[in-house]
């Protein structure tokens, strides 16, 4: 008799094990928990695609992981092209909004590399060396000293094109709450004006950069649902709307060679 109980057991606490597994639910932000509400071991992760493209002209992927939703991706190492500067990961191919490595991941996505080609400066100098004088004398006088045994040389010189980095200090402790993002709306002498991701400092939450490509002449930054990969003036309703705008500043004057500022005074877009 007791032969037979142990197997019948060990059957029944199987099945109740199985049960177990298969009950659990998906909470809103796609990972398993157990019908009471608590988080509990996941019999399996919704995952997405994280692609990484080179955007060199060619469809060629640099990167590529799959990534828990509602997870972060880590930035990964920056690539190299010949002839060109690279200047960060975009959300779009033509490299208008860039991507910020805090916001979570919510499907398959995929970014582009943004490069910027490095200028050339070319000068040809010509030296003669048959160039004369005459000081009360008829003497030939070499004014260029022997550099080389060819004074006629040209010269290359290459010239990064350098990123400059912005500080914003003194924000309001509820920037961030509910997940929201940040954005800065920048223009220039050369740019009537895109949308840069923010991020914030890790340690203060009252401060965030952010890194463009040239000297700005003027800022605005806007707060956004979570989620956000490119705000959306137009969006009023629903509230919780991918690119929805909560809050904005006022248009920040940019002084050249001043990269931080403070921005404590935030209003209500809509």
Partial sequence: MKKRLFPTALLVFSLLGLMGCSSNGANNDG?????????GTSCEEIKFNVV??????????YLQEEIVANKTTKKPTNPTREG???????????????????TTIIGDTSLYAKWVEKSTTSSSEETSSD?????????????????SSDTSSDV???????????TID?????ITKDGCVVFAWVWSTTNSGE??????????????????????????????????????WSIKSP????????????????????????????????
Wanted: with cysteine; charged share 15%.
């Fill in 31 to 39: 990972n398993k928990t157990s019908q009471n509400g608590q988080g």
């Fill in 84 to 102: 060109y500067n690279f200047k960060g990961w975009f959300v779009d191919s033509e490299c208008l909004v860039n991507f910020n490595f805090t």
């Fill in 170 to 174: 003194s924000l309001p402790n509820w």
């Fill in 195 to 232: 949308w840069i991701s923010c991020q914030f400092d890790p340690s203060d939450s009252t401060k965030l950069t952010f890194t463009v490509d040239e000297e700005i002449t003027g800022m605005l930054l806007v707060r956004c649902v979570s989620g956000t990969t490119t705000p959306d």
């Fill in 52 to 61: 990484y493209y080179l955007n060199d002209g060619t469809n060629t992927v």
């Fill in 131 to 147: 160039s004369t004088t005459s000081e009360e004398t008829t003497s030939d006088v070499t004014t260029s000293e022997d550099i």
């Fill in 156 to 166: 290359s010189t290459s010239i990064d094109v350098s990123t400059i980095t912005y």
């Fill in 239 to 270: 509230s919780n709307a991918s690119g929805r705008i909560y809050n904005q500043t006022e248009d920040i004057t940019v002084v050249n060679g001043v990269n931080t500022y403070s921005c404590s005074t935030w209003k209500e877009y809509n």
